[in-house]
C-alpha cells in the first residue's frame, strides 16, 4: 500500500468538521456550506445524496492514490448510477446501493482498475488480499468510527481498507467523525467485530 500518512483521506460529506453534527446532533446533510466541493449540481440534490456516498468515497481515495487525481464525488456517483449502482424506487424515491456487480463493472470499464466482487469474505480472506497488494471496500457497521463502544451490528457501511501491519489494519472512513475515525487503524479482531464479511478489492 502507499504510505499510510500520504494515502489520501475523503469523506463522502464536503464538510469533515461536521460529520460528528450529521451523525449525532440531527444537523441535516443540506445544512453542509461546503457542498459545491462535492461536484453536486445543487444542494437539494448534495443533502439527499450525501449520505449514501461512502463507496463513491472509497472510489475516489483510490483513484487518488494511484494518479493523484480523480473526478469529483458527483461525477463518480453519475457515472456508477448510469450503470446501475444505485438504483431509487419510483413510490418512494428510497435509494438503493451500492449494489456491488453493476459498481464493479462501472470501475473496471471507465476508470479501469481491476475490481471483484466478495459476496463473502471472511477475516483471512480479507486479510490475504491485502497482503496480495489489493485495497479492499468493506462492508462494516457505521459505529466502527466509534470502536471502544460495543459493534451494534455488522456491514452496512463501506471504509477502504488500505493495507495491514500483522495484526493491525489500516482504514479509511468516509463518515468518520474524527481525525482519528477518518483515518484509523484497528486490531483484526476489534474490526471482525463490525465486519459485515463482504466487500470489493481493488487493484
Known amino acids: 500500500m502507499p504510505d499510510d500518512h500520504t494515502f ?3 469523506t463522502q460529506y464536503a464538510s469533515p468538521d461536521l460529520i460528528h453534527a450529521f451523525a449525532y446532533k440531527g444537523r441535516a446533510h443540506d445544512d453542509d456550506p461546503r457542498w459545491e466541493e462535492s461536484g453536486a449540481p445543487d444542494l437539494a440534490t448534495y443533502g439527499r445524496w450525501a449520505g449514501h456516498m461512502c463507496g463513491i468515497a472509497c472510489l475516489r481515495m483510490a483513484l487518488l492514490a494511484r494518479t493523484g487525481d480523480a473526478p469529483t464525488m458527483f461525477e463518480l ?3 456508477a448510477r448510469k450503470y446501475g449502482a444505485y438504483t431509487e424506487d419510483p413510490d ?5 446501493g451500492l449494489i456491488y456487480a453493476p459498481f464493479v463493472q462501472y470501475v473496471r470499464d ?7 466482487v466478495h459476496r463473502t469474505l471472511t477475516v483471512p480472506d480479507l486479510l490475504a488480499l491485502l497482503d ?3 485495497l479492499v471496500m468493506a462492508s462494516v457497521h457505521k459505529e466502527i468510527r466509534r470502536p471502544e463502544n460495543p459493534a451494534p451490528g455488522k456491514g452496512g457501511h463501506l471504509v477502504l481498507v488500505a493495507g ?3 495484526d493491525t489494519v489500516h482504514f479509511r472512513n468516509p463518515s468518520g467523525h474524527t481525525d482519528q475515525a477518518r483515518t484509523a487503524s484497528l486490531s ?3 474490526f471482525a467485530e463490525f465486519f459485515g464479511g463482504r466487500g470489493v478489492s481493488l487493484t
Open 8 to 10: 489520501p483521506t475523503i
Open 77 to 79: 456517483l453519475d457515472g
Open 92 to 96: 418512494t424515491g428510497a435509494i438503493r
Open 110 to 116: 471507465v476508470h479501469a482498475l481491476d475490481a471483484e
Open 132 to 134: 496480495g497488494g489489493c
Open 164 to 166: 495491514r501491519q500483522g
Open 188 to 190: 483484526v479482531a476489534a
